[in-house]
């Protein structure tokens, strides 16, 4: 229960901070959109400019060149957007380790605990109370018109009783069916607020089973908690690994480089057992640049060199390795792990059998109270692992993999 209570408290904390990036996304995707509507309406406006009929030639030459301006600006400004995308990218990249040196990784389990009078409920809207019906507005009382007094100068006494009996025959009809409507109003009234009454009831009984429910699973998750918090004290192999996983499930790295983790914890040696996978190089970003070619009309790409690619591949791997190790280490501050025996590399198609397996490209050991020695904002990565006795690919965007045999494991 631990495990899936902790995940879900976690995953939601992280839901908040992922909803404030994709409204920066879609913020950028307008953004973008209202770029390449202010492009179309340039070659819209140029297509007008080509079939418009202009006597002065002169005016004809002013009107193609400002639309030949709009719609290279236009151009040369969706070329600074994509590059601009590229550099924040490439940036990212580059700090992956500078990312998590002023973050505290460790997690306060504490904060984890659903207090019921400050959690929020989670069927908030059986709290609303249920809408009583209305009384009905009736129809006044129907009431006897005295009839008008009839010309001539015969029969006006007569005339009068007949006038005088249709008109009471009239009130009569139209008082039975005024009577009929008051009570058809009155009945379906007691209808609905029978109707009420019972679903008004049923609302507060079920309120009351799901505030039940509701601060029994809170009990639960807070005793999860405790019993975690407890297990993880005393160095339980399982609280160790739910901790690890609390702790990579929190690391942020960018949306465009997914990382996944595996670990096994051996509580007899105190070492933790990690294998981090990264993209592919194929999957790598290989465009340093585009540019807008005025002469052709034409964005270009601008690739990166070969070199260029090589190194700044290596230089993630191996900013992956050291702040894998920092990650873990800063989380536990318990010191529950005395080492750390680390992987990176990635899930491909090995060229010697041709089969889909992790290619390993970096291999290193660590142990822990020599590591937090080190200060990681000055540094080199690459020199870290070595002074470590790393075991490192001597070509990665080759997938060549590491000889990690030689790398300690307990």
């Given at each position: 229960m631990a495990k899936s209570l902790l995940s879900v408290t976690l995953k939601a904390m992280k839901a908040a901070e992922r909803e404030r990036a994709r409204r920066a996304k879609a913020a950028e995707r307008r953004d973008l959109a209202e770029r390449r509507e202010v492009a179309q309406q340039a070659k819209?406006?140029?297509?007008?400019?080509?079939?418009a009929e202009i006597a002065d030639e002169r005016d004809r030459k002013a009107y193609e060149k400002a639309v030949k301006a709009t719609h290279a600006a236009a151009?040369?400004?969706?070329?600074?957007?994509?590059?601009?995308?590229?550099?924040a990218v490439l940036d990212d990249l580059e700090g992956l380790l500078a990312a998590t040196i002023n973050v505290d990784d460790h997690i306060d389990l504490e904060k984890l605990r659903k207090p019921f009078d400050t959690t929020p409920f989670d069927m908030p809207d059986l709290e609303i109370p249920l809408v009583a019906p209305k009384r009905p507005n009736y129809p006044p009382e129907p009431k006897y018109v005295e009839p008008d007094k009839p010309k001539g100068f015969f029969g006006k006494k007569r005339k009068l009783e007949e006038?005088?009996?249709?008109?009471?025959?009239?009130?009569?009809?139209?008082?039975?069916?005024w009577a009929s409507r008051i009570s058809a109003l009155e009945d379906r009234y007691r209808k609905e607020l029978a109707a009420y009454e019972q679903a008004e009831a049923e609302r507060v009984k079920t309120l009351a089973a799901e505030k039940h429910r509701f601060r029994q699973e809170l009990?639960?998750?807070?005793?999860?908690i405790d019993q975690f918090i407890t297990n993880?004290?005393?160095?339980?192999?399982?609280?160790?690994?739910?901790?690890?996983?609390?702790?990579?499930?929190n690391s942020a790295y960018p949306d465009h480089f997914e990382v996944a983790h595996e670990f096994s914890f051996a509580p007899e040696t105190a070492e933790l057992r990690m294998r981090v996978t990264v993209p592919s190089p194929d999957r790598f970003p290989a465009i340093r640049a585009y540019k807008y070619v005025k002469?052709?009309?034409?964005?270009?790409?601008?690739?990166?060199?070969?070199?260029?690619?090589?190194k700044r591949y290596a230089s993630v791997l191996h900013?992956?390795?050291?702040?894998?190790?920092?990650?873990?280490?800063?989380?536990?501050?318990?010191?529950?792990?005395?080492?750390?025996?680390?992987?990176?590399?990635?899930?491909a198609r090995h060229p010697a059998t041709g089969r889909l397996d992790f290619l390993p490209f970096v291999g290193v050991s660590a142990e822990r109270d020599s590591f937090m020695e080190f200060d990681l904002s000055g540094l080199v990565p690459l020199a870290t692992l070595k002074h470590l006795g790393a075991?490192?690919?001597?070509?990665?965007?080759?997938?060549?993999?590491?000889?990690?045999?030689?790398?300690?494991?307990?």
């Open positions: 819209d406006y140029a297509a007008k400019v080509k079939k151009q040369q400004a969706e070329v600074d957007r994509v590059n601009s995308e590229i550099d006038a005088r009996a249709m008109a009471q025959q009239t009130y009569e009809m139209q008082k039975v069916a009990d639960d998750h807070n005793q999860a993880l004290s005393y160095g339980d192999a399982d609280a160790v690994q739910e901790y690890i996983s609390l702790v990579v499930e002469t052709s009309d034409e964005i270009r790409e601008v690739p990166m060199s070969q070199a260029e690619i090589s900013q992956v390795a050291i702040r894998s190790l920092h990650e873990v280490f800063e989380a536990d501050r318990r010191g529950l792990i005395r080492t750390i025996s680390l992987e990176v590399g990635t899930k075991a490192i690919s001597k070509d990665p965007i080759a997938l060549v993999a590491a000889d990690v045999t030689g790398v300690r494991k307990s």
